[in-house]
């Protein structure tokens, strides 16, 4: 290339469109894929392992272009697709067998990560750990085993001197994200939840094996003199849980399980490492399908912005008893050419309980000794109500429609569900309207209105889903409101 690096926020540069920035929680394996007019004298300098430089609010990210499609016709398009650039950086590089016993993890990691560029910058953990390489590992898979031991969460970052790149930083954070107070709720941001609980992977008891001690035989932890907590106990090589022996085993036989760890330095620690693995396969394992709108790049809606491992609240009280869970953001895509595009997938959820606060209903206590008080009082007021009540007659009303994949679809491909917002002046109304009041319209590419769309989708309420089949061409779709 001409250019060591293409900055894709450059206003100077080639224009770029149909961008797509994922993040994943994972490992911090994101991916970036943008579009550019293949006949730009700059695209040129796109090229095969070449690098691309991403702004954002946090900082830089450094990715190496790993994929180029070339398309000429009606559009003149160059899609440019990315990985981080460590990915490859770190998979150059192959471990030799070594040992690195009684180390902090901040040394063992800058060995790994010794000739491939990157450096080690924040690390949350310092204790000392005992890492062993056999296989000939790339420097990717040594790190991701070693940091797999502390459930480490990782993130690839630049810094730059002036304009050229001055440090690539490897952070380790024991979380990343903030424990926010944003919500997401049915009937609002939640488009929907199913929740699925299986017990497919139940367990009453973990049997513990762990690696060769060095003279051929397993680490055990039969024979361990250790205080075990109830309902617990440990049998010979195994650990069992006598009440989930009692709640799911009705013939008395256990649920037996296999935990193999490779990890465990002694029975100690294998013991510890056996019964966290236990105590998550007790019980059903519940999982939970969310479908949520994307709003933050929404104008007035940049409050709702969240962040990679940020942990937020679901609500949904349509369930019997209503449910509420923290969750966390796990994946997020963004667009910075298109506001209206976007998705997150939200994961790690924890069931809340939400029991009534006794301030609570002291107040409702006290709210029915003075009730008749109150009634009279409200009386008196009717006529100041009916005045205010005309005044909002006259307040204008507006519907926004929003998309929750964004508004433009390639090849075809249009899979989305449209969102009708009705506003009364400043306040959102749609959850107080009844589903026949949203009138949906759909026009095909000549401004045909399509009836028998039109009366099937009638009464559908404020969402309507489209697919490929119902797009010819082009269409366009909108919603009227029968406010009575």
Known sequence: MLWEYWTVTSPQGCPFFNDTYNEQLLNGYNTLRFDVPSNHPTASLLEEEGFVIYTKDEGHELFRIKEI????????????????????????????????????????????????????????YDGIITAEFNDYPTALEALHSV???????????????????????????????????????????????????NTNQLRTAMIAVGKDDGDGNKITIAGLDI?????????????IDENALEKWCPDGNHREGVFKDDNAQSPLELYKNTLAELKKYNKPQTTYDVSVAMLEQLTGYEFMKISIGDTIRVKDTTFAPPLYLDARVLEKETSLTENDKGRIVLGE??????????????????????????????????????????????????????????????????????????????????????????????????????????????????????????????ATFECDIDIA
């Not at 502390?150 to 690539?168: A, M, P, Q």
């Not at 490897?170 to 944003?182: D, S, W």
């Not at 994949?405 to 009708?420: P, Q, R, S, Y």
């Open 69 to 124: 499609y070339e398309s000429h016709g009606d559009q003149m398009l160059k899609t440019i697709a990315c990985e981080p650039s460590a990915t490859q950086d770190l998979m150059d590089k192959v471990m030799r067998p070594a040992i690195y016993p009684s180390q902090t993890l901040t040394m063992v990691v800058k060995a790994i990560l010794a000739l491939t560029g990157w450096e080690l910058g924040e690390s949350f």
């Open 147 to 197: 940091i797999a031991q502390f459930d480490v969460e990782i993130e690839f970052k630049v810094e730059f001197d002036g304009l050229k790149i001055d440090k690539k930083i490897i952070n380790l954070y024991e979380k990343r994200g903030e424990e926010t107070k944003k919500i997401m709720e049915y009937g609002g941001n939640l488009l929907g939840l199913t929740r699925n609980i």
């Open 227 to 239: 205080t075990v907590p109830e309902p617990y106990a440990i049998v010979g090589d195994t650990i």
């Open 349 to 474: 959820f924890v069931l809340l309980k939400v029991k009534p606060i006794t301030a609570v209903q002291q107040m409702q206590r006290k709210i029915m000794f003075f009730e008749d008080d109150w009634n009279r009082a409200l009386k008196e007021a009717e006529e100041a109500k009916q005045k205010a009540e005309e005044i909002e007659d006259n307040v204008v009303y507006k519907t926004e429609i929003y998309s929750t994949k964004g508004n433009t679809f390639k090849n075809g491909a249009v899979d989305t569900i449209l969102m009708a917002v009705v506003y009364k002046g400043k306040d959102n109304i749609t959850d107080t309207l009844p589903a026949s009041a949203f009138i949906w319209r759909k026009k095909d590419k000549n401004g045909v209105i399509d009836t028998a769309w039109g009366n099937a989708n009638m009464g559908v309420g404020k969402s309507v889903a489209i697919s490929s089949a119902q797009v010819a061409s082009r």
